[in-house]
């Protein structure tokens, strides 16, 4: 998608990393309690490998699983630091400098999104909690661990961050055959802030009772996650700045084919094929290739958040 030119952003909605910080790490340096991540997987399959189209859910009046329980509490956790790293957006004003510049691109998503879902969740009794990103290059410490473009980005419900490196599009391009184009990078960003909303709603905690298989609660919880990026896309050229000037234009359909080439890419099915040969839907976790495209394209038409309840449906 393009930004309009004369678009203000809002760089207070994204922090630099640092080094310090707390959070312990698994073998294989996976992220503890992470919100999946749009590539995570990466790392679980290096780790075990060396040994170590949906059907509507629930009524347009609710939402699913809002009376759902969160276990984590972030209460007494902090993130990356804010003064780390804040050269890589420090330049990010306007929707020209999001339409040249990837880090950029990613300050003015994070806007997009969050002003798209403080706008949407009051349809279903439901209040928006800024969620912001934290944006570095290299490692950076979250509270639910180490945070490098070896995990790639992911939602932290520790302490309620979104951790992304941005040569991780770089990864994602050419080694699993993303597309390069501005859509498929604001697709993970919105993904993302998919997870962000399932925490909110109290759905998130579900990924990590049911991990893996090809119908467990981790798939059906990035499958949202992509539908949700999905709804996000359909309205985003209705977001607005601070200013009331509209952030973004509509999508082409080449735009609409760019995110569903990366929703492809980080397809369970494509990223074992690619690292293994082979493909173990016993160890899925995201869900296929097909399956992610379908569910972001059910959101992009979906007229009410249900159509997303992946847990009321085949994935």
């Known amino acids: 998608m393009t930004f309009n030119d004369d678009a203000r952003l809002d760089t207070s909605e994204v922090l630099g990393g640092s080094g310090g910080g707390g959070g312990g790490l698994r073998p294989g340096g996976m992220v503890i309690g992470g919100g999946g991540g749009i590539l995570g997987i990466i790392v679980l399959l290096l780790y075990m490998f060396l040994g170590g189209g949906g059907t509507p859910g629930g009524d347009g009046g609710s939402v699913p699983g809002s009376g759902g329980v969160n276990p984590f509490d972030a209460s007494q956790i ?5 003064n780390a790293n804040t050269q890589l957006f420090a330049h990010c004003k306007t929707g020209a400098d999001a339409n040249r510049d990837d880090n950029c691109r990613i300050v003015g998503t994070v806007n997009s999104v969050q002003a798209f879902w403080r706008e949407e969740l009051p349809r279903y009794g439901k209040q928006w909690k800024p969620t912001k990103t934290v944006l570095y290059r290299g490692t950076t410490q979250s509270a639910c661990g180490t945070a490098s473009n070896q995990v790639g980005p992911f939602y932290c419900p520790l302490d309620k961050r979104i951790y992304m490196d941005s040569s991780f599009f770089d990864i994602l391009t050419r080694q699993f055959g ?15 802030y998919g997870h962000a909303l399932q925490d909110q709603l109290g759905l998130l905690n579900r990924a990590q009772q049911d991990p893996a298989g090809p119908e467990s609660g981790g798939v059906r919880v ?18 607005k700045d601070s200013g009331g000037r509209t952030l973004l234009k509509e999508p082409s ?6 995110a569903l080439a990366a929703a492809a890419a980080v397809g369970d099915d494509n990223i074992m094929k ?12 995201h869900g296929t290739s097909e399956q992610r495209q379908r569910w972001f394209m059910t959101g992009y038409r979906a007229q009410d958040i249900n159509a997303c309840n992946t847990f009321n449906a085949q994935p």
């Not at 902090?78 to 804010?82: D, N, R």
């Not at 993303?178 to 993302?192: I, K």
Request: glycine share 12%; aromatic share 8%.
């Open 78 to 82: 902090t993130g990356g630091g804010q």
């Open 178 to 192: 993303g597309s390069s184009g501005a859509l498929a990078q604001m697709y993970v960003v919105a993904h993302e």
């Open 222 to 239: 990035e499958l949202m996650a992509d539908c949700l990026a999905g709804m996000w896309v359909q309205h985003a050229a209705q977001t």
């Open 253 to 258: 359909q080449e735009q609409i084919q760019d």
């Open 274 to 285: 690619k690292t293994s040969g082979r493909v173990f839907p016993e160890k899925f976790t």
